[in-house]
């Protein structure tokens, strides 16, 4: 069967020029010596994958973290190659139970949102943990997250205004992603806040998954049909000229550039119109800002130092730290960035039995410096990461949106 790894990705495969920078970087190959590293698997590898499976196991021990293709100084996108090799060899060998399950977290959310406080303490059960690992292979340990109740998609009914309907202000739209929707309701009630206090009117159009989780468990047709029928949605939305924002690093980063790349959907009209108006929420108010029209005026003074890390996602993004330039701007606060690439968690990757040790060694240097700081709580953009940081370290964890909600005195 010929390999499917397209053009775009494929392209860049010569270029490598064993520099090994992309090894020093790599937050896993440092933390287990069952990972060889992105340029033995990466480049190296997939010179003999042309045809039929990859030629070692080790491949699945890459958390698709980015952080090689972000560093690659030839622009040789390791990360995309490895994807691709992983979900075929899935493909090949078959896919886990435990990989489909954790690859849809609409489902676990649906069915924990009706009976939130039961699934929350069913969760937190030593017990039931232990039974979930051994028959599933989900860690004892892993950080799971808490369901909400209701939804916010329920409690925002009156926000779906339709494409293109002129307004008295200028409006833009909020993709939330599952864990706003589900479990971090109070991120997507306080993101809608801070977008309303610029002057935008926020609209929240129905919505479902982007289809990450299934992508990166090698889940490629299911994961294409998501993003189809979400790309379809938002869609109208950016052909009427509406910016996209979202708070999720990994879901928004899906729609702006990986589902195209790593999926091949280069030619899907709906995400290529969807694509071009994606932002990442900080990216978003930090451009406001440069254009004069961030509400710095009503920014109060919060006294406290917070340490920040930085989610690999965000390199994929190619914005820098839009999140760090927000919170200067708030007096008083004093974010520290931590020195550290990756917290480990990886989407659904530190969730998994085999996986979590590795994930947890990835992280030590994040929860470390976060232990350290003694601040009340650390700041995050993804949701996973947070989680994962949450739980390994004791301190909660928030969006930096929310640092802007507190600052803006509303709550
Ligand atoms: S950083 Fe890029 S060029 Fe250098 S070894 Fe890795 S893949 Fe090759
Ligand atoms: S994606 Fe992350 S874990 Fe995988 S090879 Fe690259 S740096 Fe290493
Ligand atoms: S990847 Fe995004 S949209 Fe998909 S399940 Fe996760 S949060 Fe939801």
């Not at 959310?109 to 069913?122: D, Q, S, T, Y």
């Not at 779906?160 to 929707?181: D, K, L, T």
């Not at 889940?219 to 993003?227: D, F, G, N, T, W």
Request: charge should be positive; charged fraction near 20%.
């Amino acid at each position: 069967m010929a390999h499917p790894l397209h053009d775009a990705v494929r392209g860049s495969l010569d270029n490598c020029v064993k520099c090994t920078i992309c090894e020093t970087y790599c937050p896993v190959s440092a933390a287990t010596p069952l990972f060889p590293g992105p340029k033995y698997v990466g480049p190296q590898a997939e010179r003999f994958r042309g045809e039929g499976p990859s030629p070692d196991d080790s491949l699945t021990w890459c958390s698709s973290c980015g952080i090689c293709t972000h560093v690659c100084p030839q622009g040789v996108k390791i990360a995309e190659i490895n994807s691709i090799a992983k979900a075929e060899m899935a493909a090949e060998r078959g896919i886990p139970l435990r990989d489909r399950l954790i690859a849809r977290p609409t489902l676990a959310g649906r069915l924990g949102a009706p009976v939130a406080p039961l699934a929350n303490r069913l969760a937190r059960n030593r017990l039931v943990r232990a039974a979930v690992e051994r028959a599933v292979g989900v860690h004892r340990r892993a950080a799971l997250p808490t369901w909400a109740g209701r939804t916010f998609q329920s409690r925002t009914r009156l926000r779906r205004q339709p494409p293109g309907r002129p307004g008295e202000r200028p409006a833009v739209v909020y993709f939330h992603g599952c864990a706003a929707n589900y479990y971090e309701t109070h991120t997507a009630e306080m993101a809608v806040r801070v977008l309303e206090m610029q002057g935008l009117d926020v609209i929240v159009p129905r919505q479902g998954c982007c289809g990450l989780p299934l992508q990166s468990n090698g889940l490629y047709p299911a994961a294409r049909h998501y993003v189809r029928r979400l790309a379809g949605s938002l869609a109208p939305y950016a052909r009427a000229g509406h910016d996209i924002v979202s708070t999720s690093t990994s879901c928004g980063l899906m729609l702006k550039r990986e589902a195209r790349e790593i999926l091949d959907m280069e030619d899907d009209d709906d995400l290529r119109a969807v694509s071009g108006r994606m932002y990442d929420i900080c990216e978003y108010l930090a451009l406001m800002h440069e254009r004069g029209e961030l509400r710095t005026d009503l920014l109060t003074p919060l006294d406290m130092e917070v340490p920040y890390h930085a989610p690999c996602q965000l390199r994929g993004h190619g914005v820098g730290t839009p999140a760090m330039d927000l919170m200067r701007l708030i007096p008083g606060l004093r974010p520290r960035q931590v020195d550290a690439v990756c917290c480990g968690v990886a989407g659904t990757y530190g969730l998994k039995r085999e996986k979590y040790d590795v994930a947890m060694a990835v992280g030590e240097p994040v929860f470390g410096q976060v232990r350290e700081s003694g601040a009340e709580l650390s700041v995050c953009d993804s949701e996973t990461c947070r989680w994962h940081i949450a739980e390994a370290t004791g301190v909660p964890s928030v969006h930096p949106v929310a640092m802007l909600h507190r600052s803006y005195g509303l709550g």
